[in-house]
């Protein structure tokens, strides 16, 4: 098992496969921005399988593809296959804003994606298009129910609470979920980049109880690898999730690492200390010299995000590592 310096025992990778993405959320990726990653420098499908199952003989054993937008690399399904296949390898998810999933659900669950997170920050068509600046609601409802009528479930909706913009909307969405059968999860946003340190947060703690008394729910337990506390109905149909990184962060507990598609790793979120994993593994390295580059790198994982005391220090967009 691999732990850090902290006691922590580290089980999860989150694996941006592009940096890429077909919306612009105005939390996430500021409208013109041009500064991708150059192709050259993506790590390829044999790179990726090299550093997973690297990671997973050192008892790694769930990975989230993530991104940018991770359905917009050509071929995903065919990684995802090559993930799964690895030994010891429990747990393989997908994080996506649902644009291209309608017509890439059946491949990636026949490649053994198996839990789905979908970002849905409205449910109103204006409103969807002023966030993501796109107006494309109805093709991302429309993979989200192809992506239940394929058996994925829980599927979970990922929804950014911002005062004044989505905060309205919760009940709402709250309500969608309920008929829909998604697991809902509220998300305060974090101040990564420019774009998020200029969006109205909200703590959710008030929200929380408000929904707590309104629906009758009750404290629960659902399945996945994140810090997301959870109301659930009595009858255990609904279940909310909330994701409080800034009113009540979850470090102590911190269970992942991030790999980005340039083959750096991310320790934390919301630091910046990386370690580039590319060089070493474009020099021809052995499989000890990969693990032993994986092991270092945990040992240097900070003990807590400063999102709170630091807001400014992480200068880098959300999309470039995957959230
Ligand atoms: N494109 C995919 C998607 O939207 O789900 C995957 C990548 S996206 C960066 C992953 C998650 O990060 C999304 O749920 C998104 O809402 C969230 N996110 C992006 N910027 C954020 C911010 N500043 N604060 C909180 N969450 C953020
Ligand atoms: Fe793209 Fe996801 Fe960022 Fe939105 S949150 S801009 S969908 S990467």
Redesign the pocket.
């Known amino acids: 098992m691999l732990t850090d310096r902290f006691g922590r025992a580290i089980e999860y990778l989150r694996l941006s496969v592009t940096d890429r993405?077909d919306?612009r959320?105005s939390?996430?990726m500021p409208k013109g921005f041009k500064g991708f990653e150059e192709p050259r420098h993506w790590l390829s499908f044999d790179e990726i399988e090299r550093v997973v199952r690297a990671f997973a003989r050192l008892g790694l054993h769930r990975i989230r593809l993530?991104?940018?937008?991770?359905l917009l690399r050509k071929n995903l399904h065919e990684l995802a296959a090559r993930i799964s296949a690895i030994p010891g390898m429990t747990d393989l998810s997908l994080?996506?804003?649902g644009t291209q999933l309608e017509k890439q659900v059946r491949a990636l669950r026949t490649a053994g994606v198996t839990r789905l997170?979908?970002?849905l920050?409205s449910l109103d068509p204006s409103r969807f298009a002023a966030i993501t600046n796109r107006d494309v609601l109805d093709r991302v409802l429309r993979g989200l129910i192809a992506a239940r009528e394929e058996g994925f479930g829980p599927i979970k909706i990922?929804m950014?609470a911002m005062a004044g913009v989505t905060d309205e909307e919760i009940d709402a969405m709250v309500a969608f979920c309920i008929e829909q059968r998604f697991v809902l999860r509220l998300?305060?946003?974090?101040?990564?980049?420019n774009?998020?340190r200029n969006?109205a947060s909200m703590e959710l703690g008030p929200t929380q109880e408000r929904l707590r008394a309104r629906f009758g729910l009750i404290d629960g337990i659902v399945p996945g690898a994140g810090p997301a506390r959870y109301l659930v109905s009595r009858d255990g149909r609904f279940q909310i999730g909330f994701i409080t990184p800034i009113s009540q962060h979850f470090c102590e507990t911190c269970n992942r690492v991030r790999l980005g598609v340039d083959g750096v790793l991310h320790l934390c979120l919301g630091q910046n200390d990386t370690v580039d994993v590319r060089t070493l593994l474009r020099t021809g390295c052995t499989d000890d010299q990969l693990e032993a580059l994986l092991r270092e790198a945990i040992q240097r994982k900070p003990l807590r995000h400063e999102f709170r005391e630091q807001p400014a220090r992480v200068v880098r967009f959300?999309?470039s590592i995957?959230?």
């Not at 998300?187 to 980049?193: A, K, L």
């Open positions: 993405c919306l959320c939390y996430c993530t991104g940018g937008e991770p994080s996506t804003n997170n979908v970002s920050d990922n950014v998300i305060e946003v974090m101040p990564v980049g774009t998020g969006t959300m999309s995957g959230g």
